[in-house]
């Protein structure tokens, strides 16, 4: 089997001014996962890219217009379980073999799209992108290339996550600028995040973290200790 190509943030920009001529009607489209990196420069290049759309009519009008500039549904040879697993509303591929997955609201059936995540990526007469924070991506993707993770994880596994980083977490604009671990500074940036969006509990398996057991009234935990905490809760419902 023919191995797909990448495309980079030229090819990418390049596809969005085409679809943004093309559109007869405006299109707001949420974009996650590894073309958003790709498109801040936090890798090279990506092969294909995940789309989030708000209804069917958004869906019908994106596919008539990726249509009318080449694109097409691929064989459903080609279509693979991870695509299956993922739910994707339509598959649509262009010659060059550069492809783009659309979801309704939700990926895998369960990841809801959320509001407060929205920052403009591009802006045209009738076509806006949007991204989540670089921040957040950025943090992502340096901790999943560390080899101690690599172990654990392969590249669909850091994919998945990232999808669930984009459309379920609530992106905080961190103020705060405390000082509270001496041992490893960079986990402050955990505690400010928690503390400015007002968290209840912290969860990790940072061995500096959980030795405070709280902070400022929010409750540092375990994976281990989080699941048998909702347990309980449920429990009581």
């Not at 797909?4 to 090819?11: E, L, T, V």
């Amino acid at each position: 089997m023919t191995k797909r190509r990448s495309f980079d943030k030229n090819y990418l920009k390049q596809e969005f001014d085409k679809l943004n001529s093309k559109t007869k009607l405006p299109l707001t489209l949420f974009l996650i996962g590894g073309g958003a990196m790709a498109f801040y420069g936090l890798k090279d290049a990506t092969k294909d890219i995940d789309i989030i759309l708000t209804s069917i009519e958004n869906l019908k009008n994106l596919k008539t217009t990726l249509e009318t500039i080449g694109y097409k549904e691929p064989e459903p040879v080609l279509i693979t379980r991870a695509y299956n697993h993922m739910q994707t509303n339509a598959i649509l591929e262009n010659q060059d073999g550069f492809r783009w997955d659309l979801f309704i609201n939700k990926v895998c059936n369960a990841l809801t799209l959320s509001a407060t995540m929205k920052n403009q990526l591009y802006k045209g007469d009738r076509l806006t992108i949007l991204i989540t924070s670089k921040e957040i991506l950025k943090e992502f993707s340096e901790v999943a290339d560390d080899p101690r993770i690599r172990k654990y994880v392969d590249q669909q596994d850091i994919i998945a996550f990232l999808k669930i980083i984009d459309t379920a977490a609530k992106i905080i604009k961190v103020k705060s600028q405390f000082r509270a671990i001496k041992e490893d500074p960079d986990d402050d940036v955990v505690l400010r995040t928690a503390f400015d969006g007002k968290a209840d509990y912290i969860v990790s398996g940072d061995k500096h973290l959980l030795s405070k057991g709280t902070f400022r009234g929010i409750r540092i935990l375990t994976v281990d200790e989080i699941l048998t905490l909702l347990k309980q809760e449920h429990t009581k419902k």
